[in-house]
């Protein structure tokens, strides 16, 4: 079952959720236009996708999806913007663009980042198409996510790394789980929290996605140039970082995202999604070379 | 009506505050460490004491209080601690201790700062003392608070002002609400979000509180040595900020806050207030010398 078009949904969805981040904000202010200009960087808006696409494979109506779409999309903008600034990560370049920090000034990104945090949650907690209790499960689940215990721990630990001699697999695989695993296992999980289904394999799916998607990102981080991929590349091994592929090298990070595919891939049968487009997605996922 | 002790109802919030901010963290990694050493640097809980004392002004049990209290702190914490990174204020001691960045990493205070706002939105939506209906509505009223309209807005502007050559009284007001004043607020008007009361008097206390507590700070800043306060002071005049007393003068700031402190104490009038220990508490606000 699904109300998407196989051949189109993907431009169809990330218009539907451009169109709502665009009348998001009304930039009367510094803060609001540099928030704009860190969300109008078109990136893939794997999030939202997820959450639509999966949504469509519950019979959610895309209105009560909308809200939890663009928090995914802001809290991993406001993930990028501190993590781009010079005491984290130091980047110029953000898919082709200067940084929020390099476009405006440092404070103005750190502030941007904070509220940006703050507009997300916002957004779930008064969207009139959930209950106060979805509100409160959803916005909940969205904050474990992404703190102390979640999304900034995997930051730190990222950061932490990069002074540490020797870092061990599993060491690895947990920080990439933290840092980006969370976010996109919250965008699988998050519909079912209103829909109330129960199924193992939409846990084995959500967990195997987001650790899989960090380590492709740092197989294509150190595979394609800095003009292809429109950021700064090898910037990784340069500055000491511990990915996957430099630490365990390029062959075992493949065989390791084959063994995630795969499961992804049974979850999916087992979810009777197989034919979905949320399968071609995640396929699409797996395949991806930018 | 109260059930709070005349004497020493001060500390006895205070303690049952400091309990509950020590028992929130394990401490079992950097970040939370982190959190919790700017947690206990000892400041004066303005915020969740006004909290407490609204609440027992308006019959409501501390237990309904205690995760509005504790988020209160948290944000203005988080809020010190991004103020104080060298982009912002670059602030080296924060009432007499190392700030964040300082002690640990300026990475860690970006991170842990990020982390607290989080877990002060957490803490409310998870209270099982309050209805999921009223723990929408105060965390919206908080997110409102602090985001790109409000406390975040605040910063911004008080940055910017240190570049202008000229401010008005009228934009230093307007900053100082939203910088601080709001945040202030919040503290005086959730409780009423709980009991449902309705009476203007509290609006105009809690803006009359929210912008004085800020102009009696600046003054404090400029009147008082480094040693008494425990932090930097006159770094306000070296920086160019813009504070009211710099801008409008020592006298005509005193003048203002007379103003707000007269609003208050009629608001506490009109609401039979005047003899609760809201009105000792908010009248030794208004002539503190720290």
């Given at each position: 079952?699904?109300?998407?078009n196989?051949?189109n ?17 009304k ?16 990136g ?33 903008t ?20 200067p940084?929020?920090?390099?476009k ?22 008064e ?9 409160v ?9 992404i ?17 540490k ?31 109330g ?5 939409w ?24 003009e ?6 090898n ?20 065989k ?11 979850s ?15 396929q ?7």
């Amino acid at each position: 079952m699904t109300v998407l078009n196989k051949e189109n949904f993907e431009v169809s969805l990330q218009n539907r959720l451009n169109q709502k981040l665009n009348s998001l904000l009304k930039n009367k202010n510094i803060i609001e236009e540099s928030i704009s200009y860190a969300l109008s960087n078109p990136g893939k808006r794997v999030r939202p996708l997820l959450i639509y696409l999966v949504g469509d494979a519950l019979n959610i109506p895309e209105r009560k999806l909308d809200s939890i779409a663009l928090a995914s999309e802001i809290i991993h903008t406001y993930s990028l913007v501190h993590d781009d600034l010079p005491c984290m990560d130091d980047d110029d370049l953000r898919r082709g663009k200067p940084t929020l920090h390099k476009k405006y000034s440092e404070s103005t990104a750190v502030l941007a980042g904070d509220a940006m945090q703050t507009l997300a949650i916002k957004i779930i907690l008064e969207d009139e198409n959930l209950s106060n209790e979805n509100r409160v499960k959803i916005a909940s689940f969205l904050l474990q996510t992404i703190g102390h215990e979640g999304m900034i721990l995997g930051q730190d630990q990222d950061i932490r790394f990069e002074e540490k001699l020797k870092v061990s697999k599993d060491e690895i695989i947990e920080m990439n789980r933290l840092k980006t695993g969370l976010l996109i296992e919250f965008c699988i999980l998050a519909p079912i929290l209103i829909s109330g289904t129960k199924n193992d394999a939409w846990q084995e799916m959500a967990t195997s996605v987001g650790i899989s998607f960090q380590l492709i990102d740092d197989l294509l981080d150190l595979e394609e140039s800095e003009e292809n991929l429109g950021k700064a590349t090898n910037k990784d091994e340069q500055k000491n970082k511990k990915s996957a592929p430099i630490v365990v090298g390029i062959i075992d990070t493949q065989k390791e995202i084959k063994k995630y595919e795969d499961k992804t891939m049974e979850s999916l049968v087992k979810l009777g999604l197989n034919s979905h487009p949320l399968a071609d997605y995640l396929q699409d996922l797996y395949r991806r070379r930018k």
